[in-house]
């Protein structure tokens, strides 16, 4: 009995009510205060975004046809047909050699390191990854301008910027192998299959759409990327005839024109140049959401 | 027929050496071509390490050519009178990172439990891919955005409003600089924009992985749904908060572009909060140009980029450890 008593006392409904009241009226208040005004938050970071997509499409789509977007007369102002097309083929060219350089390494991690070996390169990856643009930018302008004696050229920026989205082709390409189910794996190859062919006939078709979004997600990130391409190109005017031509690319456009005075022809041109860009991006982002979400539900079907 | 058997197949008998391992019969180049073949795989899992030891050797390379000597770690920059201090644009970086990843954390923070903890399913499921969108815009995009729509309002509008009503800290007062609005204030705000996705999502995922169990009982005691987040799940995902702490801070520390457009470009300390001013990326990228014939300047410019990428990977490395798993994050590109 006697240890009854201390719970029961300290439950007691009237000493809650007499002592604590204001203390629950508190509490409870609080907490209704609290979940009403923490998503008033969301306000704060959805506006700038709504705001900025609202702000450039405004300042770019009504000026915007199509004789812009396929013009390209190197001495007209109102032309984004260069820049567009030497974006395309700078992002084709740096995505397969970042493609190259990332994906048989990312498998090679999965599949052949030992766990210690496996975890090194993973945090190698994971440096790159992090390292700022602007370093990556230096490390071409040193190795591939300079040393190399390529000047500031196409090729230099093409290999400077697919080194910066190798690691995030190398992360997915990992990922994807590493979280195949083991017991795929092991009946691959214990029905005696060599590690060669699992990986092409049995692991590459699980792991192929999220290896898809890791190259989307590169191609996102590159495409957006100012500094690796500004810091080892110069800024031209035609598409890019040889592999030392200079080269003129949106973001470059956007960084050489953003301070122009307001309204002027130049500024609409970068304004137009931020809507296309901020285009690709998202839709780049989408299709990556889209397939992500789809792999999700092929995976979970895997594991019934 | 049984001591036949027994003959081939006698389990005291080692088994006899099958033709993929490697045994006494193999010729040596056969075993040294087999051992070079378990390190094929090697090859192109390292190019990741060989480009960051590229990266550390060619700026090392670079900083190292000229001898900047003790004028690098000091307060004064003047490509001139051969004065190449780091300590501006420390500074510089510091009083903008810093502010900015408080305000974000503290606005990560909020989104984060209230998608976890107050809001709805359905609606948080709607929410909460906005704020992870700001992640994928590039930061050319903010850039130009901030410049021509915010940069009007720092100067016009917010900037004298602080001054007048704030004028009595020490640092808001005094003369207000003449900047067009670019500047500190600016470089912080557009620095919280772009570090938000990711303390939020780093915040968000962490609050997720409290066990259910932790919540319903938090509640069962009767505990609101405010001291479940605070006494409980909070504590729970402490690690998960640091690491967005300082995986934030490494964004803010080494976003460039977008500060480049919006600070100001100056390379003095800064003498009130609304001063211009540099970060070692923007500085790095917009004087490059600049420091193109000038062995000095490219090595001063070189020995940022050490100093950048030495703070940017420890934090990153130091963030990465303390949770388990970031497949939401990575996913987000970042």
Redesign the interface.
């Given at each position: 009995m006697a240890t009854a008593t201390l719970p029961s006392a300290a439950l007691d409904p009237d000493d809650v009510l007499t002592q604590s009241s204001g203390r629950l009226l508190w509490r409870t208040g609080f907490d209704r205060w609290i979940g009403w005004l923490l998503p008033l938050l969301f306000v704060v970071a959805i506006y700038p975004i709504l705001d900025l997509v609202y702000y450039i499409s405004s300042r770019a789509i009504p000026t915007l046809s199509w004789a812009i977007l396929t013009s390209t007369n190197p001495t007209a102002t109102d032309a984004l047909g260069v820049p567009i097309i030497t974006t395309f083929e700078i992002m084709a060219a740096a995505t397969l050699l970042a493609v190259a350089l990332g994906i048989f390494g990312g498998v090679a991690t999965a599949e052949f390191l030992s766990t210690r070996a496996a975890e090194w390169v993973r945090a190698s990856a994971n440096m790159l990854a992090g390292a700022p643009s602007v370093v990556v930018g230096y490390f071409g302008y040193i190795v591939f301008v300079t040393s190399f004696g390529w000047g500031l050229s196409y090729i230099a920026g093409v290999v400077t910027l697919a080194f910066f989205m190798t690691p995030y082709v190398f992360r997915t390409a990992d990922l994807a192998f590493s979280s195949i189910p083991r017991p795929i794996r092991e009946a691959a190859l214990g029905s005696g299959s060599r590690p060669v062919q699992y990986i092409l006939r049995v692991g590459a078709p699980i792991a192929f759409p999220q290896i898809l979004t890791g190259v989307f997600l590169a191609m996102a990130i590159g495409v957006g990327e100012t500094a690796p391409l500004v810091l080892t190109t110069t800024y031209g005017v035609l598409v890019p005839q040889t592999l030392y031509s200079p080269v003129s690319f949106l973001t470059g456009l956007i960084w050489a024109n953003f301070s122009q005075p307001q309204n002027s022809g130049l500024q609409i041109l970068a304004f137009q140049a931020a809507f296309l860009l901020m285009v690709l991006v998202v839709g780049l982002n989408i299709v990556v959401r889209i397939i992500s979400a789809q792999y999700r539900k092929r995976l979970e079907g895997l594991y019934q | 027929m049984q001591a036949s058997l027994g003959s081939e197949f006698d389990p005291a008998q080692p088994l006899p050496p099958s033709s993929t391992a490697s045994g006494p019969s193999e010729s040596a180049g056969r075993r040294i071509a087999r051992g070079l073949g378990r390190l094929i795989?090697?090859v192109?899992?390292?190019?990741?390490?060989v480009?960051?030891v590229?990266?550390i050797g060619?700026?090392l390379?670079?900083g190292l050519q000229a001898n900047l000597g003790r004028t690098f770690f000091s307060f004064v920059w003047n490509p001139a009178q051969n004065d190449w201090g780091i300590g501006v644009f420390l500074v510089g970086s510091f009083l903008t990172a810093i502010p900015a990843l408080t305000l974000s954390m503290l606005?990560g923070l909020?989104?984060a439990?209230?998608?976890t903890a107050?809001?709805p399913r359905f609606?948080s499921r709607w929410?909460d891919?906005?704020?992870d969108?700001?992640a994928?815009?590039?930061?050319?995009?903010?850039?130009?955005?901030a410049?021509?729509?915010l940069r009007p309002f720092f100067s016009d509008t917010f900037n004298p409003w602080v001054h007048l009503h704030f004028g009595f800290v020490p640092g808001v007062g005094g003369r207000l600089p003449s900047t067009g609005g670019q500047g500190l204030p600016l470089a912080i705000i557009i620095l919280t924009?772009m570090a938000?996705p990711i303390t939020?999502l780093l915040i968000r995922d962490s609050l997720r992985s409290v066990p259910q169990d932790l919540w319903e009982s938090g509640l069962a005691l009767g505990a609101?749904?405010?001291?479940v987040v605070r006494h409980i799940a909070l504590p729970y995902s402490n690690r998960g908060v640091l690491s967005a702490a300082l995986l934030g801070f490494?964004r803010a520390?080494?976003?460039?572009?977008a500060v480049a457009?919006l600070i100001g470009g100056a390379s003095t300390l800064p003498t009130s909060v609304f001063s211009t001013s540099n970060t070692i990326?923007a500085t790095?990228?917009s004087l490059?140009d600049s420091a193109r014939n000038n062995s000095h300047f490219l090595s001063a410019?070189?020995d940022m980029?050490l100093v950048?990428?030495a703070i940017?990977?420890v934090v990153?490395?130091l963030g990465?450890r303390l949770v388990s798993s970031l497949?939401a994050y990575?996913?987000a590109?970042?």
């Open positions: - | 795989p090697f192109p899992a390292l190019i990741p390490a480009i960051i590229g990266i060619a700026l390379s670079a606005i909020g989104l439990i209230a998608s107050f809001l609606v929410l891919p906005f704020v969108l700001l994928g815009i590039p930061s050319v995009v903010y850039g130009i955005w410049y021509v729509t924009l938000l939020t609101t749904r405010w001291e490494g520390f080494g976003e460039t572009v457009m990326p790095m990228f490059l410019l070189a980029g950048l990428l940017t990977l990153n490395i990465r497949y990575e996913m590109g970042l």
